[in-house]
Every structure is written in C-alpha cells, then in structure tokens.
C-alpha cells in the first residue's frame, strides 16, 4: 500500500519568513495530493491540493509542488502569519488503493513565532 | 450547510463502558469516513461507507468496534467495551467522490474520547 512520510514533524519561522514542508510518496500510481489544515480543536480542512498532471499550483500565499519523477511533493507558505500556525498533514490518493487510497502523513506543527 | 456534526464533542468514560460516537454528514454527500488520530499514530482510516454500505472496515483495530450508517444522514461508531488505549480524537469525514477520483473530504470538529 501507499506510504507517505512528512517532514519536519515541528516548524518554527519567524513571522514573514517562508515555511516549506514536504512529503514523500511510494506508489507512483497516486495521482492526487491534498494538504489540510488542521488548528486547534478543529477537524482538518483543505487548503489546496493538486493533481499529478500538474507540476505546480499557487493560491495567495501558499502553494503546492509536485516531481513525479523523485515522488515528492512539498506546500510553501510565504510572508507566514500567526493565523498559519497550526498543524498541516499531506496526503497521497491512489486509486487503485481500494475504497479509500488516501494515505496521511503524520502531520507537521508549524509554530510562527511574533 | 452546517458542516459534518459529531457528538458528543468531549467524552469522559470508564474502561469497559460502552460509548457510541455520532456523525451527521453533509447532505448530498455519498461517502462518510471514521478517522482515529493519535499523536503517535497520527490519522487511521478506521472505516470507510459509499452510498450507506460499508466497504472497508480493514482500519478497525478488533471487533471491539463497530460502525453503522442506518441513512444518507447518520452514523454511529461503537466502542463495547472501551479500554483506555482508546482514548483518542475520533473524527468523521464526509465527501461526494466517485471510485477512482476522490472528493474533498469534510471533516467534522471532532469528538475527544477519554477512557480511563
């Protein structure tokens, strides 16, 4: 089955700094990657996502990219603000995984700190 | 719409009672999901329901638990008897996808299960 391994697990950037989190994949027949946020006491939400035919994709302040080739795929938050902090998962959808093929990463704690 | 609705939001138990986790999902949506996530496991996929039927349940950790989707409008997730290693955030997730080309997944805020 797909494996997705996310790093860092914790982040700190000074406010205005960039953040970058990646993710990696195993199954090269995943086609779809999302990211969601996730703040405190709340359910994950989708921020953005893309799709594998699609190299990069930029929404504002965040975007997402994507190497098929290397099975990497990372999310970029420039001029960070403290709304940014919370936790961030990746996901890998494969569709050939059965029912459900999306696969999480373990998540990463992006702190912004004033 | 009001989003994925789950009660109780916090759930404080002893071990061996029973607790019953609820889910109301987005109207119109066709698929519904049960996630357990831990800090050490992160988000589990527990089961997973299209149109009302189950169809992959390989996620639940033992016949302990148990889910039911009655209707488009509700699921019950069933913990008899609860043992402190379940405590955890148990989330539901609903969203409208077809085999092959998943859909947004909504998730609901959550319910905080406690076992002791």
């Known amino acids: 089955g797909e494996n997705v391994e996310q790093h860092p697990s914790t982040l700190s950037v000074q406010e205005g700094d960039s953040a970058v989190i990646k993710c990696t994949y195993s199954d090269s027949a995943s086609n779809y990657f999302p990211w969601y946020k996730q703040e405190l006491g709340k359910g994950p939400q989708l921020i953005i996502d893309?799709?594998?035919?699609?190299g990069e994709k930029k929404d504002q302040r965040i975007a997402v990219t994507l190497n098929k080739t290397a099975k990497h795929f990372s999310l970029h938050i420039t001029e960070t603000q403290p709304e940014d902090s919370a936790v961030y998962f990746c996901?890998?959808?494969?569709?050939?995984?059965?029912?459900?093929?999306?696969?999480f990463g373990k998540g990463t704690h992006l702190i912004i700190q004033p | 719409d009001a989003g994925v609705i789950q009660s109780p939001r916090h759930e404080v138990t002893e071990m061996g009672q029973e607790v019953t986790l609820r889910c109301k999902p987005i109207s119109g949506h066709n698929s519904l999901f049960w996630y357990r996530q831990t800090m050490m496991r992160g988000l589990e996929l527990l089961i997973y329901f299209n149109n009302n039927v189950p169809i992959d349940d390989s996620g639940m950790p033992e016949d302990r638990f148990s889910a039911k989707m009655p209707n488009a409008s509700f699921s019950t997730l069933k913990i008899q008897p609860s043992e402190p290693r379940d405590s955890a955030v148990y989330f539901c997730a609903s969203s409208f996808g077809t085999s092959g080309n998943t859909g947004e997944l909504f998730f609901g805020e959550g319910s905080r299960l406690t076992v002791l």
């Open positions: 996901a890998a959808y494969d569709p050939g995984g059965g029912a459900d093929g999306l696969t």
């Open positions: 893309i799709r594998s035919n699609v």
